[in-house]
Structure formats: C-alpha cells, structure tokens
C-alpha cells in the first residue's frame, strides 16, 4: 500500500466507513481518491459527527446512507449537499447523538455487545432507534464495528505506528473497526513505542491495515501544529456546493484533474 | 458608553449569565456564547472554559468523547444548546422543519439532560424559531435560560414555563408578536443593560484575541480582526 488511490482501492463498495469530524484528523486526500474511483454506496459512520468529508462524498453520489450526530460545515454553514440529499430522501439518514456512538464504539473496543448510556431518553431520536433499547431507565445501545476507520496522522513510523497525539477518539474507532487505513504527514525512521515523549499519542500497528503517505493530505482541514484549516477554501467550497452544477464545477476542479501536488495551489 | 455591535450586547449578557459558574463547555459553532464566556472568565478566574472543537490547544486529551464523560459525571456546570426549533417547554429541534433538514442533534440529546444549567442560545428570535411544540425533539432538559438576538427569558422550574426577564434591540410587545409561544412576564421586565465601556473594552481586546483562532469568521466580522 502506497498511495492514497491504494488505500481508496481497498475500502469496498457498500462499506461501513468510520470518518472523524473536520477538526480530527481527516485523511481528505482519501476521501478524493474514492470520488476518483467512483465508490458506491458507502455507509458513512461520523465520530461522533462528519463535515466536508461526508458533504463531497455524498455530493458526489459514492454514499447511500449515514449514521451520525451531525453534518455541518462549522463556520461555513449547512453541509449543502448532505442537506439537499436528506431532503429529497437520495441518502438514509440514521440520525444519533455524540455520546452514544462514541459509547457503542467503546462497546466495540471492549468486545462486548451492548452498553449503557444516561440521558437521551427524552429525545426523539430513540423512537427512530429500533437498535436503540431502553432498559432500567438507561439506553442500551449496541457495541459499533464499522468496516474500515480512516483518517490521517501526522506520523507514521517504520514499525507502522501513527501519530495522532491528543485525537484520541481516533484510537478508539481503530480499536473498535475491522480495518484502519491512515494516511500521514511524515515518516519517522525507527518505533515511536520506543519514545516515552511520542508513545502517549500513538495507535499501535496491531490495529492499523495500511498506511499510505500523503503531505497536506487533510487539506483544505488541518493537522494541529503543522498546517491550519483553510477557511477560505471552505467558505469557497460551502458557496460552490449550494447548487449540483456549482458542486460539479468544484469537483472538476479540484478532486476529478490530478494534481501534482496536494497542497492547494 | 459608545455604539456596540449586537454581537457584544449577547456575549455581555452571557457572561453575566455564567457567573458563579467553574465549568463551561462550549460545543460547535458558539462563537457569541465563547466570547461571553470568556469574558466572564477575566473577572471569574475560577471559571474553566472548554472548547470542544478548539483547534490548537484543545482541552480534551481522551478525545471528544472526555466532554460527555465529564458531563456524565456532574463535571460540567454550563453548557449552550441551540436550535432550529425551541418551544415552550424547552425542547429543542435541530434535526428537521417545515421540510428542511438540520445539521442533527449533535450531543444534545445527552448534554441537555446531563448539564444542570444549560442556557439556550438562538439569535434569530421569529415565530419560525420559536414555536408552540418542535417538530421533533432532538432533546429535552432543564434550562438556565433561553437567549435570542431580541429577549432574555428566565426558566420557571415549578410551572415548566418561560418568563420574560428583559428584551433588547426590541420593545415587550415586539417580543410578544415575535413568539411562537406562551410565556410569563416578569414584573420587572425591563430593557437589557447594555454593555459597559469595560466590557466592551475587555470583548475588543483579549476577548477577541482569544476567540479569533477558532472563529475567524466572526471575528473578522464583528471586530475587524483577520
């Protein structure tokens, strides 16, 4: 496994894929390369919700239902194509709550069936739960294995670790997932394991499936100490993707024609 | 005190409204409600401030779920919850109206239940927005108080009901006709203090400073800051 195509050629049709949220660590050179290779009917998962990564994806017709907290764009506004696509009913839209699938993948992680969670019971997203139980007024919600966790690292190493310092909830949904391909910054020669400084920040090569570098390779989003989220390329793209044609027009230009380089200009 | 943009107006009542308060978390797209908080935050050193989707620096090193775990455990004292929808009982709707669909319920379904002072925050304040009964309740609990870009209300534990406590940028009966629905009147309902001179001062200096990183958008817009 090399490159992000490599990675995007090795997530199935149909998959239940694992994304973070914008903020976390998205592998968004991957996301690119699964529109290039005209993915079909991938199930989204959002850890706990999904932002630019899901909104290109479903724009572009590679996803057939999404189970998440929450798809927005932040300070770029409503996810447009995620919006238009739930209201005309393309996609199916399991709609939960932030705890509650960062629960069911703890669930997964431990490998036991079930667990429970306080609160929620209020909330109408249980009536369109049936996987949702309510027991000794606590939710019991299912343990959640998805197909593949993907993200992006800022490190990997030769032993094939990776880096994601403080976005532990990368961990778990590795931990939790069948697959976990990463896409990083840079290699570090030798075993972070090794390093007491790097360790804490590490997801052990037991859980991770591939790796594939990938410079900028979360941009327009952003890895914490090495590059910031490029607001301007999100508002242009949040403006952009309003209408199919003006989405069509974004992905022309900036996912379908290659790039020499993955930095935006 | 000079003009004010009515951004400063809500953060200032924020920052009253978390006094007392030792830890304040902040979720996705809060920028007025971080601004308030951190303004309360100079005169209240003891208040904590956590920033869920802080870019650099962020507080949680367990990941994002460390918010709900704290909440769980009573850790949390104040949260902001908003809505497409709120109503009467203080249910809020962020998943779909009239057709339209929202961005989803984000944690709210657990936080609102879970954070024994919630303040609900929601600037448009129309007959849209604040309506008789949501049309689907992404999540019920007990509010601190609901604040919009025209009214502050205070929430009645006993008689589950909204009531008035001041308006601003509008007059009673303007709230009156924009409410979708009933609500108690305080007696001395009367009109929002505007912010002082040093709370502007404090909101255009290390305020904005500090909120400019994680909202730059409304940074730039109300304070000029790129």
């Not at chain 1, 764009?73 to 939960?96: C, M, Q, S």
């Not at chain 1, 790796?211 to 949040?238: E, F, M």
Request: hydrophobic share 40%.
């Amino acid at each position: 496994m090399r490159t992000p195509a490599d990675i995007a050629a090795a997530i199935a049709d149909g998959a239940l894929l694992a994304l973070p949220p914008d903020y976390s660590l998205v592998s968004m050179e991957t996301v690119r390369a699964l529109i290039r290779r005209r993915a079909k009917n991938l199930r989204l998962l959002g850890v706990p919700i999904l932002g630019m990564s899901a909104d290109l994806l479903i724009g572009a017709g590679c996803v057939a239902e999404v189970e998440t907290s929450a798809v927005s764009l932040g300070e770029a506004g409503l996810a447009p194509r995620f919006t238009e696509a739930a209201e005309k009913g393309e996609i199916v839209v399991r709609d939960a709550t932030c705890p509650a699938i960062h629960t069911a993948l703890q669930a997964a992680e431990k490998g036991v069936p079930y667990i429970p969670l306080p609160g929620v019971l209020g909330s109408d997203l249980v009536k369109f739960r049936p996987d949702w139980k309510v027991e000794n007024d606590l939710l019991i919600v299912p343990a959640l294995r998805p197909d593949v966790a993907l993200f992006h690292a800022r490190w990997a190493d030769e032993a094939g670790n990776v880096w994601v310092g403080r976005r532990r909830e990368l961990a778990t949904v590795a931990h939790a997932a069948k697959q976990t391909f990463v896409t990083f910054e840079e290699l570090r020669k030798g075993d972070m394991l090794e390093d007491e400084l790097l360790a804490p920040g590490v997801i052990s090569s037991t859980y991770i499936t591939g790796i594939a570098q990938a410079p900028r390779g979360a941009w327009p989003l952003g890895v914490a100490g090495v590059y910031g989220v490029d607001d301007a390329h999100l508002s242009l793209y949040a403006k952009a993707a309003k209408t199919r044609e003006g989405f069509q027009r974004y992905l022309d230009e900036w996912v379908l024609t290659p790039r020499k380089s993955f930095s935006p200009a | 005190m000079g003009p004010y943009a009515k951004e400063e107006l809500l953060a200032c009542v924020i920052a009253r409204l978390v006094e007392g308060s030792r830890h304040a978390a902040i979720g996705a797209s809060s920028p007025i409600p971080a601004s308030g908080c951190y303004l309360s935050r100079i005169t209240n050193p003891q208040l904590r401030v956590s920033l869920q989707q802080r870019r650099a620096a962020n507080p949680f090193t367990e990941g994002s779920r460390e918010l709900f775990d704290l909440a769980g455990q009573g850790r949390i004292d104040t949260f902001f919850l908003g809505g497409a929808q709120i109503d009467g009982t203080g249910a809020i709707n962020l998943v779909r109206a009239e057709g339209r669909r929202f961005p989803g319920s984000f944690g709210s379904a657990f936080m609102y239940p879970m954070v024994p002072g919630t303040i609900l925050f929601r600037e448009e304040h129309s007959r849209r927005t604040l309506v008789p009964k949501v049309e689907f309740v992404s999540a019920r609990g007990t509010p601190r108080a609901l604040l919009t870009g025209k009214a502050l209300f205070s929430w009645q534990k006993e008689k589950k009901r909204f009531r008035l406590e001041s308006f601003h940028h509008s007059t009673k009966q303007e709230v009156a006709e924009l409410t979708g629905f009933e609500y108690d009147v305080s007696p001395d309902v009367k009109e929002t203090p505007p912010p002082t001179d040093e709370e502007l001062s404090l909101l255009r200096g290390p305020v904005a400073k500090q909120v400019a990183p994680d909202y730059p958008e409304f940074a730039r817009r109300v304070w000029g800051l790129s």
